[in-house]
């Protein structure tokens, strides 16, 4: 529709960068913190690329000055992080770690002396391996409560200061790897009726704690992040545009639609229903999905790919397929679900070398469509692209395949805020490199590198700013402008 294919973004919008916990942190027995699930996990041999653990992860335990430092002189307006669950309550629902609370005041109170505005993500995925041992995590319908706790918690200690809040980060990702293909903790696979169930709670938390949230943070915004892919039909073939319209209510509507609604979209309900694996909901839970829906103020997106659909026959392929972790383009092969879609790879367009789809409009249309279906304001709140880089002998780094990658990505954000999205961040995956959670550290995604790897012994850890870290403060600086250069 309308291309206005130059100008700069809205003065206030948020450019930044996002991270997660353990991604970044390291440190993962100290200060009182207690074991996550994914400490335990990691430690299952063949789980992770060459057994890579976030132990010491990039140390931003320790050097989050230095890394908040960096992030100042790039002049970032928001930083994304998440909080360690383990470091807030380590080893019980009762007692609050100091230490923990501490580590996490210090960080907000640097980035707003530096004018960056926090912006925290209660759960990336690292459950306390103690609520996994009582009563498995998020399959009981205790975590609601629990972790309503926990936000409330972090709320009260942190709401005077943080505006931006998101509640889970990727439900649909920890949930589809956790409970269907085995490679997140717990690691178990086909267990499609335990997945949705474990969704549901996972909504009912969420809600539980979006609607304390305005009870208690004064002006603060409040969402969850969704990994949406939007969808292509192969082609005109009525059966594969079908499959097109069960792959949005399977793949994107069913966290989209309860975030934003409060309810499951009605086909996808009926499908689950035949195959008897619809969640058991309880009486009162969707007039509190309703509710704390109407209270949600955006749509966090995290976005890296499409996908293209196609009709997949009964003994067609499904969740098993390969999945390339070592950075070997081509090694991935298809998946899908049986008697529904499969999602071959779009011949138009390139990929990763880990075998993920590039395609920058895409997230224009998926911004389309949230505006179109939701009417809420948008938050970026990952894109970034996984790649291989070298650090030079002069430790410079040079990164034009990212640069490009983003500037192409915020284009398209620029005109789907000119078709009347109303994007109001954008955070790079990532600021510094960091732990890929089955991937090691050789999928990069910052703009920092850091002299970590799994292939070394003692790597010093030390930041080097990459090509890509000049280009994005440039980006900065003119408000959007430069992306046009
Ligand atoms: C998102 C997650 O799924 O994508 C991040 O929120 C993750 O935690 C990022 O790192 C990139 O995925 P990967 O598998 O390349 O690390």
Not at 396 to 425: C, F, N, T, W
Request: proline share 4%; aromatic share 14%; net charge negative.
């Amino acid at each position: 529709m309308l291309t206005i294919e130059k100008g700069s973004f809205p003065k206030d919008f948020l450019w930044g960068s996002a991270s997660a916990a353990y991604q970044i942190e390291g440190a993962w027995d100290k200060d009182g913190k207690s074991p996550s699930v994914w400490d335990k996990f990691v430690r299952i041999p063949g789980k992770t690329f060459k057994g890579t653990t976030g132990d010491v992860a990039v140390d931003h335990y320790h050097r989050y000055k230095e890394d908040i430092a960096l992030m100042a002189e790039m002049g970032m307006k928001t930083y994304r992080f998440s909080i360690a669950w383990t470091r807030i309550y380590p080893n019980s629902m009762d007692e609050v770690n100091q230490k923990g609370l501490d580590f996490y005041q210090d960080i907000i109170d640097v980035c707003l002396e530096n004018g960056i505005q926090p912006m925290i993500t209660l759960y990336h995925w690292d459950l306390p391996q103690y609520l996994q041992d009582a009563y498995r995590g998020w399959e009981s319908r205790q975590i609601i409560e629990d972790f309503e706790k926990y936000a409330v918690t972090l709320f009260k200690e942190y709401g005077n200061k943080v505006k931006y809040w998101i509640t889970m980060n990727e439900q649909n990702i920890f949930t589809r790897l956790g409970w269907q293909s085995a490679q997140h903790p717990p690691g178990l696979s086909d267990e499609d009726k335990l997945h949705y169930q474990v969704n549901h709670h996972a909504f009912l938390a969420h809600a539980k704690a979006v609607e304390k949230f305005h009870e208690i943070v004064a002006d603060g915004m409040v969402g969850a992040s969704f990994a949406f892919h939007p969808s292509y039909a192969l082609d005109t073939k009525p059966k594969n545009v079908l499959a097109k319209h069960d792959f949005d209510d399977l793949k994107n509507y069913w966290w989209m639609d309860v975030y934003a609604y409060g309810r499951y979209p009605r086909a996808a309900m009926k499908y689950l229903e035949s195959k008897n694996i619809a969640p058991k909901i309880q009486a009162g839970d969707f007039e509190l999905l309703k509710s704390a829906s109407e209270k949600v103020d955006f749509m966090g997106v995290n976005y890296y790919r499409s996908d293209v659909v196609e009709h997949n026959p009964e003994d067609g392929v499904d969740n098993s397929g390969i999945v390339n972790v070592s950075g070997k383009k081509g090694t991935s092969t298809e998946t899908g679900m049986a008697g529904i879609y499969k999602s071959p790879l779009n011949p138009h367009l390139p990929t990763t070398d880990w075998d993920w789809t590039i395609d920058p409009m895409g997230l224009r249309i998926g911004c389309r469509e949230i505006t179109s279906r939701y009417d809420l304001p948008i938050i970026i709140s990952e894109n970034g692209l996984g790649a291989f880089d070298k650090l030079e002998e002069d430790k410079s780094v040079h990164d034009p395949y990212r640069i490009k990658y983003i500037q192409e990505h915020l284009k398209q954000i620029k005109m789907a805020i000119d078709e009347g999205s109303d994007i109001i961040a954008y955070c790079t995956w990532s600021f510094t490199d960091l732990l890929s959670w089955l991937n090691g550290y050789q999928k990069r995604y910052g703009f920092v590198y850091i002299d970590q790897s799994e292939y070394e012994s003692n790597p010093s850890l030390n930041r080097y700013k990459k090509d890509s870290y000049y280009w994005y403060k440039n980006i900065i600086e003119t408000d959007g402008e430069a992306i046009w250069e």
